[in-house]
């Protein structure tokens, strides 16, 4: 009898399913408090009682308990008996030495992002982000006013690319090319994998002064041939070189912006030059899709927009470019080159 109520519930109506949905902030919260307090690192040596874990991170007993039950009943931990809680599968994802853990991820995006959030029905109606009228800055600009925050965002960054690095640097083929400058290069990653996989070729990192700076922090773990410079894309960026990277940037910027980059690459790059925007690009169709999420992210938080194909298509020819082709990649990115037109 009991089995038999718990198959009913477990049976979600349109209804109930459509509630689950619109509570889904406080799943991805208590996601994000477990990781805050790192939960899952904590029972990787075994299952632990609520209270032992409470203790820990001193947190309210009852509280953490609650909120390890809801995370228990969306599959990331598991109560064996009562009040003690072990690591599942997918919890196990969460574990900060785990390949390619979203817990940073899921950090970064359930703070300021998730407030930015609540406005959502202003870019709805506008089409404009609400991240600069909730935090009086426009995303970047205010995370160069925040060191931790913008530490966390590359971090975030880092967990996002889930192997895309090295899948961008394995599809294209570099052996035509001498210097590479990679735009918006963050913390460096993308143009570490071509550099390694390509000594004959120089790379430039070039992004804002902060990303730049931590980077060059770090700068003994790039390959020799990396140099390192500061400025706005908007700008200007470093000019003569022959292949111009840009992998999750021109996604932060609506049409406008992103032309102004793409010119600004366009004007600067040798004659047989080529543009790479490594992107993922929105398939048609109704399947469930993270980028659709990450969409939705450019919305509210810096104005910018996932992209079709098509869409890119005309975005490199209103910058004087032609879309020569798309690569495949062994990740959910692709790149799609350009030629000046
Ligand atoms: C979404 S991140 C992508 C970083 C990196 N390419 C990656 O794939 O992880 C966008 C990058 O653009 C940089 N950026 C934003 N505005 C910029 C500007 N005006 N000039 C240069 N870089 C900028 C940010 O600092 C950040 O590193």
Redesign the pocket.
């Known amino acids: 009898m009991r089995r038999r109520l718990f198959e009913r519930k477990a049976m979600y109506s349109p209804s109930q399913q459509l509630i689950h949905l619109g509570l889904g902030f406080m799943v991805s919260q208590a996601l994000r408090v477990a990781t805050d307090l790192n939960v899952a690192d904590r029972l990787v040596a075994g299952e632990r009682s609520v209270d032992d874990l409470a203790e820990e991170t001193h947190c309210h007993c009852d509280a953490l308990y609650r909120i390890m039950r809801l995370l228990a009943a969306e599959g990331v931990f598991s109560e064996t008996s009562a009040r003690r809680f072990q690591l599942t599968e997918l919890g196990a994802a969460l574990l900060s030495d785990a390949p390619s853990s979203p817990r940073d991820l899921i950090r970064m995006m359930n703070r300021e992002p998730y407030l930015a959030f609540a406005q959502l029905t202003h870019s709805v109606q506008t089409g404009l982000p609400t991240f600069e009228t909730v935090f009086g800055k426009p995303r970047?600009d205010w995370l160069a006013d925040h060191p931790d925050a913008a530490s966390l965002f590359q971090q975030a960054?880092i967990a996002l690319?889930q192997g895309a690095n090295e899948a961008v640097a394995e599809a294209c083929d570099f052996g035509a090319f001498s210097q590479i400058v990679d735009v918006?290069?963050?913390?460096g990653q993308?143009l570490s994998e071509i550099l390694k996989r390509h000594p004959h070729l120089s790379g430039i990192l070039?992004?804002?002064p902060a990303?730049v700076e931590a980077a060059r922090a770090d700068a003994a773990s790039f390959p020799p041939q990396t140099s390192f410079v500061a400025?706005?894309?908007?700008d200007a960026v470093p000019a003569g070189a022959d292949v111009y990277i840009?992998?999750?940037?021109i996604h932060?910027w609506n049409d406008e912006q992103a032309v102004r980059i793409l010119r600004n690459c366009r004007e600067v790059m040798k004659p047989h030059g080529r543009v790479l925007i490594a992107e993922t690009i929105i398939p048609p169709g109704n399947e469930r899709n993270t980028i659709k999420l990450i969409d939705a992210n450019m919305l509210v938080v810096t104005g910018g927009v996932e992209r079709t194909e098509s869409e890119f298509a005309a975005l490199l020819a209103a910058a004087g470019l032609r879309l020569e082709r798309v690569i495949s990649t062994a990740r959910a990115i692709s790149v799609l080159e350009a030629s000046r037109a």
């Open positions: 970047f960054m690319s918006g290069g963050g913390h993308l070039f992004d804002l990303g400025g706005n894309f908007f840009m992998k999750k940037v932060d």
